[in-house]
């Protein structure tokens, strides 16, 4: 089946999302997605962030579709014609829906331990207005204690839904999910017992906001101040594939996540030994630093490109040029036979 | 001609090594020459100033010694988020977090707060980068005249807490000509 996608063609085969379309091609045209997570079963088309237009149905109905899709659930289809940066549409819904999300989300980046790689912040810089027309009050929870190594900040959720998917998953059985409705609706455990699974800490790496953190973590650091490194250990967990990216600060590991690409999904989930009690460096493989995004903050401060050692040999190279030079410009014969072509 | 006679710029002098004659060699014309320029100069308007006791006029976009601001209660008011550290040019401000406890509610604004904030005096540029990032108004450069007093080790020109966070005397003066107000 071929998608157009912005003017992009791509073949896919059938059953694919839109989506997944734009992230084939790749570039400005993929939609954010805060609550699609494509290593997870059943997620997507609650936040309503990745809207785009489809501007011809298919090959077989080519009437446009009346309203904006959430492009992570909306399949392909034949000849299908999508607008996602290009239409004006879409970025006018796609900045609406941004207020939205941050009606309620407090603005505490500079407390959060999520910021720098959070992906509402991504998400407003990109569409958000620089002010807000919110003047109520915003939703508050009191704070709960959910074990001593995940952090639960419930005024800073946005109920995407990604953690409750990954409780249902990846762990055997489920312990929290969303309780009430609307306005009040929040994600919790639900007997308030602790989440002692070893994969309960893959939510942290699939919150796209700060709601859940890692507790070992909390105000050590800045993410942009510690140096990412992959690195991978023999895990003896089963379904753990011990492929990690380390967060070093000097000769600490200060924080232990799974590898994440460049749409904020981590590659496999890791168990909760690799994230939390390995914190030490002969625990680990280092592979190397992780690479990021040329614009990326995590970048700042990084001097890990090879530096060339440069020689300046002054004096005579000054004066007199280099050996091969100096004949071409003093010029002690004409460089040109009388015979030879000019 | 050869390539060291070349002159690109055309300033190019041979040092001559020529013999000196009798009057140059006493040197009384050069000497009084020099001392006419010396008087000439104890005349002219003196371009210098005794600078402890005299103090040059400040430019009114001058930027002095950094000051951790208090807010109305006389909390704190760095949250310790590292962006000024992060804009920093000169890498000069290093900081540690720590998480507020129940009873420190009176001393921290936010939750979390800067247990150690240093600014090393000798890196710092005073290009005011920090202040512009700050996103809760902590830290600003004063117009206090005062940059970094002289000292005789470097540890003493990293300026810790308690050299930079406002006196509390100052904030309780501020909040009460606020009230005033």
Partial sequence: ?342 | MAVEQISLSGRKKVVSNKEMTFIEKIYLLTILKGLWITLKHLFRRKVTIKYPEEIREMSPVYRGQHMLMRDDEGRERCTACGLCALSCPAEAITMKAEERKPEEKHLYREEKYASIYEINMLRCIFCGLCEEACPKEAIFLTKSKKIANADYSREDFIFGKDKLVMPLEMAINNTKSNTAN
């Fill in chain 1, 1 to 342: 089946m071929k998608v157009t996608i912005d003017g992009q063609s791509v073949e896919v085969e059938p059953g694919t999302t839109i989506l997944q379309a734009a992230r084939m091609i790749g570039g400005e045209s993929v939609p954010p997605a805060m609550c699609y997570y494509s290593k997870l079963k059943g997620t997507g088309g609650k936040c309503r962030c990745c809207l785009v237009e489809v501007s011809k149905g298919s090959e077989a109905d080519p009437r446009p579709m009346p309203k904006l899709m959430a492009s992570c659930v909306t399949g392909c289809m034949d000849g299908m014609e999508v607008n996602s940066k290009n239409s004006d549409r879409v970025t006018e819904a796609r900045k609406a829906v941004t207020e939205f999300l941050l009606i309620n989300h407090p603005l505490d980046c500079p407390v959060c331990d999520q910021a720098g790689e959070c992906n509402l912040q991504d998400l407003s810089f990109e569409h958000g207005k620089p002010e807000t027309r919110f003047i109520e009050e915003k939703r508050t929870f009191e704070p709960e204690n959910i074990g001593d190594k995940i952090q639960l900040h419930m005024n800073r959720c946005i109920l995407c839904q990604r953690c409750v998917q990954v409780a249902e998953q990846l762990t055997d059985d489920r312990v929290h999910g969303v309780l009430n409705r609307g306005d009040h609706a929040q994600i919790s455990t639900c007997v308030s017992a602790a989440i002692d699974n070893e994969f309960s800490g893959n939510m942290i790496d699939v919150c796209p906001v700060g709601a859940l953190t890692d507790k070992t973590f909390r105000f050590k650091s800045r993410v942009w101040f510690n140096k990412p490194f992959n690195a991978h250990r023999e895990c003896t967990t089963p379904g753990c594939c011990g492929k990690t990216t380390l967060w070093m600060f000097g000769n600490e590991i200060q924080r232990v996540t799974g590898r994440k690409d460049q749409y904020g999904e981590v590659e496999d989930f890791i168990c909760n030994t690799c994230r939390f009690d390995k914190k030490e460096v002969s625990d680990w493989t280092i592979e190397g630093p992780k690479k990021f995004d040329k614009d990326s903050v995590i970048n700042q401060n990084n001097y890990t490109r090879k530096t060339e050692k440069v020689v300046i040999n002054t004096e005579e190279n000054i004066l007199q040029g280099r050996e091969e030079d100096r004949k071409k410009i003093s010029m002690a014969a004409i460089p040109l036979k009388n015979n030879d072509s000019k």
